[in-house]
């Protein structure tokens, strides 16, 4: 049986788990951060197809929400306004998750553990509307969000991420 010095077991003890992280603020940057960022600006990506989506079947949308719900249209020649909201509320949040994609490159801890939130937060929902509402999960839909939140979650959680996020507090 060979020794691997760098080598972590599969099953560890809580005490060893639980343990800080080292300090060292000549740490490089870990390939785990830099593809949580990527994954991070490819989930941003996979918004913007979405908001295209929206636009581009805007009065399908409408029509849908009209013939299954008491949802009213809104006024005619109002359509458009309503469209350039959601593009716009869209776009602030595509636009807040992109600045803290660069910052978690950068290595700051607090946009890695924002985002580490919210992609628990959309994987939990995801859950909870599957579950309660039975909402099947596709591949062109849901399967790919998810996937890429449990990707960002597993990049971003690990020890090397964590490390390097936290390289500059005081012991």
């Not at 581009?56 to 949802?71: C, K, Q, Y």
């Not at 939130?117 to 509307?129: D, G, K």
Request: glycine share 8%; aromatic share 8%; proline share 6%.
């Amino acid at each position: 049986m060979t020794q691997h010095p760098h080598k972590r077991p599969a099953f560890e003890p809580a005490e060893r788990l639980l343990q800080p992280v080292e300090y060292d603020p000549e740490m490089r940057r870990p390939l785990s951060t830099v593809a949580g960022s990527v994954l991070i600006l490819l989930r941003q990506l996979a918004g913007v197809v979405v908001l295209i989506g929206f636009a581009a079947g805007w009065d399908s949308i409408l029509r849908g929400l009209a013939s299954v719900s008491d949802f009213e249209p809104p006024p005619p020649g109002q359509e458009g306004v309503v469209l350039w909201f959601v593009i716009a509320a869209g776009g602030t949040v595509l636009l807040i998750n992109a600045v803290l994609a660069i910052l978690v490159y950068l290595g700051h801890n607090w946009p890695r553990v924002i985002v580490m939130l919210f992609t628990v937060l959309s994987i939990s929902s995801m859950f909870v509307a599957w579950w309660v509402q039975d909402q099947e999960i596709t591949i062109n839909g849901a399967l790919v969000s998810v996937g890429l939140d449990i990707l960002i979650l597993l990049a971003l959680s690990s020890r090397s991420a964590a490390a390097y996020a936290r390289r500059n507090e005081r012991r």
